[in-house]
């Protein structure tokens, strides 16, 4: 088992930025990738970004350029610095941890709400 727990969800004014991190704690050592997704209301759970073990990592277009993630294989956390922040961002951020084996975990949530 893997347990998840998100944190530095909160207010901001667009074009200003957060951070969220996700701190894993478990069975980690079989974590694989890691990755953040976004849940707006009324819409569907997208991708946001997602980090390998080894460091790669892939972007939503739509993120790209704004977001960055990295993660800690020591510290067992991954974070998202999140810049220029824009309304449309405004979601219930998710991560998710993926074994080895394709077994999936996921955070409870933190809320982002980016005003205009």
């Known amino acids: 088992q893997v347990q998840l727990v998100e944190s530095g969800g909160g207010l901001v004014q667009a074009g200003g930025s957060l951070r969220l991190s996700c701190a894993a704690s478990g069975s980690i050592f079989s974590i694989n990738a890691m990755s953040w997704h976004r849940q707006a209301p009324g819409k569907q759970r997208e991708l946001v970004a997602t980090i390998t073990r080894g460091g790669s990592t892939n972007y939503a277009d739509s993120v790209k350029g704004r977001f960055t993630i990295s993660r800690d294989n020591a510290k067992n956390t991954v974070s998202l610095q999140m810049n220029s922040l824009k309304p449309e961002d405004t979601a219930v951020y998710y991560c998710?941890?993926?074994?080895?084996?394709?077994?999936?975990?996921w955070g409870q949530g933190t809320q982002v709400t980016v005003s205009s």
């Open positions: 998710k941890g993926m074994t080895f084996y394709s077994v999936q975990y």
